[in-house]
């Protein structure tokens, strides 16, 4: 990956620190540009937020002090309930899906040299695609008059299906451009993956005549799983805070049957500008997040 | 025998995975250069006769030159200042005793702050936004977006820089280089393919955002591309010519800017997962 050189020992990398004058606030003021940034613009919000979580706005102004009402609301609030239901079903179709299809195709792409590059280049090409424009592109192929699924049904004689108006379908639907635009990162880092593995395991299996399938159980699969771990945490994480492409293909819709989290905390905050409840909704879909990152790097220390 | 068999299966699965892949895209492109009589009524899959009436509508009398420009603007400044503010502060980290030994945590702080979902701050960005007068405007976008980069920045450069030996530095201060000029002239370099996977990273991550932009902008003064695509098909609805040429319109610049670093593409994307 980077140049191949040798690593100092980590002792000997401060060797040169102990500067005096300018040297000695050097670093500091190479720090300070990002970390003046960053707490303004990312922390500063965050603690904002947490204040704004606890009051009661109408007509986007604060009103008075709730406490932590309106946590306790969302707690009691059967249509956050059922973005939350609704986000972890998500999350889990993706994420098992996508895994099990990238590593299926990692698999076989990692023994044959031939086409790989031509397949990389290809399957890139979903996950740059702007997602909202992957909102387009599944909106030009659900649609129930001119698009492709109903282009195709017409003409093998069957009736166009309605993806769109139907909720089951639009979950379903749903997943799949997730499906297709997602798939090829796992499939990226789980190839990766399978190239580092070391070589020896493998060729001992083959010399005790393991099957292609005990082989993956007994050693791909062993040897891979920080990797997939790892994979399976970042694409968690993404999916938990799905946008765009639902505002673009069904706005949460039919009903509420792709109402994910982000939805509901963005319509709660701009259409009914209730933004100290918007507000408390979103800290506790963060800690969600925190939360499952933090347990995923527990799991991966462990192992270690 | 069996191995041929083996190889036609492998042809036959990698070439639906492509096919999967590359047909959603092909769909688009194929839409947007029918007129709306061929789409609506012929059903064809690939187009008649070719029209470019669809793109023709969204440069005339709509605002996606606007709507380029304030893309390309937005994303390479706050790309361009991620990597200069990060770049340092990732080497300050990397190389240099802190205060209580504050050096080991700057990075994992910062990798909070990009774990912490976006949509998270949205609220008070916004009403932060109202507040300083930034709202509708690309500087508003820009440091929004220098945030964000900049904590991907140092965490990814951090290890690149450890990675270089601290010897090629002294090496060049016992030379009579300041610490500063051994940073630039020697580890900078060195740290280049580093350099360009971030950016590129930083570059598709901004330019594809869309959160943000819709809610800190307004009109075509500061819209960023996706906004612009997905207000407009808001708005259209049922005219499939255009919103297939605004899609094509809105992904365009970001696909020719990976063909463009089609070599780093790869590490850019997987950067942070697989090191």
């Not at chain 1, 635009?181 to 990226?188: A, D, V």
């Given at each position: 990956m980077v140049t191949?050189?040798?690593?100092?020992?980590?002792?000997?990398?401060?060797?040169?620190?102990?500067?005096?004058?300018?040297?000695?606030?050097?670093?500091?003021?190479?720090?300070?540009?990002?970390?003046?940034?960053?707490?303004?613009?990312?922390?500063?919000?965050?603690?904002?937020?947490?204040?704004?979580?606890?009051?009661?706005?109408?007509?986007?102004?604060?009103?008075?002090?709730?406490?932590?009402?309106?946590?306790?609301?969302?707690?009691?609030?059967?249509?956050?309930?059922?973005?939350?239901?609704?986000?972890?079903?998500?999350?889990?179709?993706v994420v098992i899906l996508e895994t099990a299809l990238g590593l299926a195709l990692?698999?076989?792409?990692?023994?044959?040299?031939?086409?790989?590059?031509?397949?990389r280049g290809s399957l890139i090409l979903p996950m740059i695609v702007t997602p909202v424009v992957v909102g387009i592109?599944?909106?030009?192929?659900?649609?129930?008059?001119?698009?492709?699924?109903?282009?195709l049904a017409r003409s093998v004689g069957l009736a166009p299906p309605e993806i769109l108006g139907r909720p089951n379908a639009a979950f379903a639907g749903l997943v799949f451009l997730d499906v297709w635009?997602?798939?090829?990162?796992?499939?990226?880092i789980l190839l990766a993956g399978i190239q580092s593995l070391p070589v020896e395991p493998f060729e001992a299996a083959k010399v005790d005549g393991a099957?292609?399938?005990?082989?993956?159980?007994?050693?791909?699969?062993?040897?891979?799983?920080p990797t997939i771990l790892v994979a399976v945490t970042l694409r968690s994480i993404d999916a938990l805070t799905t946008f765009d492409q639902v505002y673009v293909l069904t706005r949460g819709g039919p009903g509420t049957a792709t109402q994910l989290i982000s939805i509901y905390g963005y319509q709660t905050f701009f259409q009914f500008q209730q933004f100290g409840y918007a507000a408390a909704l979103l800290i506790m879909v963060a800690l969600v997040v925190i939360a499952a990152a933090g347990l995923a790097v527990g799991l991966m220390r462990r192992r270690r | 025998?069996?191995?041929?068999?083996?190889?036609?299966?492998?042809?036959?699965?990698?070439?639906?995975?492509?096919?999967?892949?590359?047909?959603?895209?092909?769909?688009?492109?194929?839409?947007?250069?029918?007129?709306?009589?061929?789409?609506?009524?012929?059903?064809?899959?690939?187009?008649?006769?070719?029209?470019?009436?669809?793109?023709?509508?969204?440069?005339?009398?709509?605002?996606?030159?606007?709507?380029?420009?304030?893309?390309?603007?937005?994303?390479?400044?706050?790309?361009?200042?991620?990597?200069?503010?990060?770049?340092?502060?990732?080497?300050?980290?990397?190389?240099?005793?802190?205060?209580?030994?504050?050096?080991?945590?700057?990075g994992?702080?910062?990798?909070?702050?990009?774990?912490?979902?976006?949509?998270?701050?949205?609220?008070?960005?916004?009403?932060?936004?109202?507040?300083?007068?930034?709202?509708?405007?690309k500087l508003g976008l820009i440091v929004m977006y220098s945030a964000f980069n900049v904590s991907v920045v140092v965490w990814m450069m951090?290890?690149?820089?450890?990675?270089?030996?601290?010897?090629?530095?002294?090496?060049?201060?016992?030379?009579?280089?300041?610490?500063?000029?051994?940073?630039?002239?020697?580890?900078?370099?060195?740290?280049?393919?580093?350099?360009v996977a971030t950016g590129i990273f930083a570059i598709i991550v901004t330019y594809n955002e869309f959160l943000f932009a819709l809610v800190l902008t307004s009109t075509p003064a500061a819209e960023t591309m996706p906004v612009g695509a997905a207000t407009l098909i808001g708005r259209i609805n049922i005219d499939w010519g255009a919103m297939s040429a605004a899609g094509v319109i809105g992904a365009l610049p970001i696909l020719l800017f990976s063909a463009l670093v089609q070599k780093h593409l790869v590490r850019g994307l997987t950067m942070g997962a697989v090191k």
């Open positions: 191949q050189v040798t690593v100092a020992p980590r002792g000997s990398r401060r060797r040169i620190f102990g500067e005096t004058g300018l040297d000695s606030i050097l670093p500091y003021l190479l720090l300070a540009p990002t970390v003046v940034l960053v707490l303004a613009v990312l922390v500063y919000p965050l603690i904002e937020g947490v204040r704004t979580s606890t009051g009661f706005y109408r007509f986007g102004r604060r009103l008075r002090d709730v406490g932590l009402d309106n946590y306790v609301q969302a707690l009691h609030d059967p249509a956050f309930l059922g973005s939350v239901v609704t986000t972890l079903e998500f999350v889990a179709a990692a698999l076989l792409c990692a023994r044959e040299v031939r086409f790989v590059r031509a397949v592109i599944f909106r030009l192929i659900y649609a129930s008059d001119v698009g492709l699924v109903a282009t635009e997602w798939t090829p990162l796992m499939f990226l099957g292609a399938w005990r082989t993956f159980v007994d050693h791909t699969l062993p040897m891979l799983r | 025998m069996i191995v041929s068999w083996r190889r036609v299966g492998y042809v036959a699965v990698v070439a639906v995975a492509v096919a999967f892949a590359v047909v959603p895209l092909l769909w688009m492109v194929s839409t947007s250069l029918k007129s709306n009589r061929e789409i609506t009524q012929d059903g064809t899959l690939i187009p008649d006769s070719f029209t470019f009436a669809n793109y023709a509508s969204l440069f005339n009398g709509r605002e996606f030159g606007a709507y380029l420009t304030n893309s390309i603007v937005v994303t390479a400044v706050s790309v361009a200042i991620a990597l200069l503010f990060g770049t340092h502060a990732a080497y300050a980290v990397a190389r240099f005793r802190l205060w209580r030994g504050m050096e080991r945590y700057v994992l702080a910062l990798l909070v702050t990009r774990i912490v979902p976006p949509i998270v701050i949205i609220i008070p960005v916004f009403l932060l936004a109202q507040g300083f007068g930034v709202l509708n405007s951090e290890s690149f820089f450890r990675e270089i030996p601290v010897d090629l530095e002294e090496a060049a201060m016992v030379d009579g280089d300041t610490r500063f000029a051994a940073f630039r002239r020697i580890v900078l370099p060195l740290a280049a393919p580093g350099l």
